[in-house]
């Protein structure tokens, strides 16, 4: 009976033991688990001109991305005035850095929109205005895990957004986020120490 007490102890601490290394190897148990939450991703959208883009647009510039629309009545001109700001303050740095706005209101802007809109003087001169299809929008918004909802009806209905700004880095990676209500100099400052980092930037 102890024998055959001792063979199941055994057998039961061999499958543990499998077990355990199945998990580890899986990463169930893994002591550092990977980061799932990716943000960015492939994109097809048209820009303010009318022509095809995607994802290859935030390759070779620090791109500040932020999602917004032209019937905006706060949050989206302050962030753009913000951006705006950031650019002069870079200096000679901004011939590396662009502003990218993708419109979660596709129906209303249209390249031609987007063109007059981004035409404030106050408003980054790099400047990207991307839109698209309804399908197109929700795709890129859900790569980068943007609440998007419109609210209202008729003409004049608004769309609830995130008001956060993503830092892309050169390779089109996510460095970091800029939240809403920096300021100009704030923004420069978090795009230069990513710059003095190197296009692999995790951090700014």
């Given at each position: 009976?102890?024998?055959?007490?001792?063979?199941?102890?055994a057998?039961?601490?061999?499958?543990?033991?499998?077990?355990?290394?199945?998990?580890?190897?899986?990463?169930?148990?893994?002591?550092?688990?990977?980061?799932?939450?990716?943000?960015?991703?492939?994109?097809?959208?048209?820009?303010?001109?009318?022509?095809?883009?995607?994802?290859?647009?935030?390759?070779?510039?620090?791109?500040?991305?932020?999602?917004?629309?032209?019937?905006?009545?706060?949050?989206?001109?302050?962030?753009?005035?913000?951006?705006?700001?950031?650019?002069?303050?870079?200096?000679?740095?901004?011939?590396?850095?662009?502003?990218?706005?993708?419109?979660?209101?596709?129906?209303?802007?249209?390249?031609?929109q987007?063109?007059?809109?981004?035409?404030?003087?106050?408003?980054?001169?790099?400047?990207?205005?991307?839109?698209?299809?309804?399908?197109?929008?929700?795709?890129?918004?859900?790569?980068?895990?943007?609440?998007?909802?419109k609210?209202?009806?008729?003409?004049?209905?608004?769309?609830?957004?995130?008001?956060?700004?993503?830092?892309?880095?050169?390779?089109?990676e996510?460095?970091?986020v800029?939240?809403?209500?920096?300021?100009?100099?704030?923004?420069?400052?978090?795009?230069?120490?990513?710059?003095?980092?190197?296009?692999?930037?995790?951090?700014?």
């Open positions: 009976m102890r024998r055959r007490t001792l063979a199941v102890i057998l039961l601490a061999l499958a543990f033991a499998i077990l355990t290394g199945l998990a580890v190897r899986t990463g169930i148990l893994s002591p550092t688990p990977k980061q799932t939450a990716a943000v960015g991703g492939p994109f097809q959208l048209v820009d303010q001109s009318g022509r095809t883009v995607d994802q290859r647009l935030l390759k070779g510039k620090w791109s500040a991305v932020f999602f917004g629309f032209t019937h905006c009545p706060d949050v989206c001109p302050t962030t753009m005035f913000a951006l705006g700001g950031a650019e002069q303050a870079l200096g000679r740095d901004a011939k590396d850095f662009q502003t990218v706005l993708i419109s979660v209101d596709p129906a209303r802007d249209t390249p031609a987007l063109a007059a809109y981004l035409n404030n003087p106050a408003f980054p001169k790099q400047v990207w205005g991307l839109t698209g299809t309804d399908d197109q929008v929700k795709a890129v918004a859900k790569a980068y895990h943007v609440f998007h909802r609210n209202g009806e008729g003409a004049d209905y608004v769309v609830d957004h995130s008001t956060i700004t993503y830092l892309m880095s050169p390779r089109g996510f460095v970091c800029l939240r809403h209500g920096l300021s100009p100099d704030e923004i420069a400052g978090h795009v230069r120490k990513a710059m003095a980092t190197g296009p692999r930037a995790t951090a700014c």
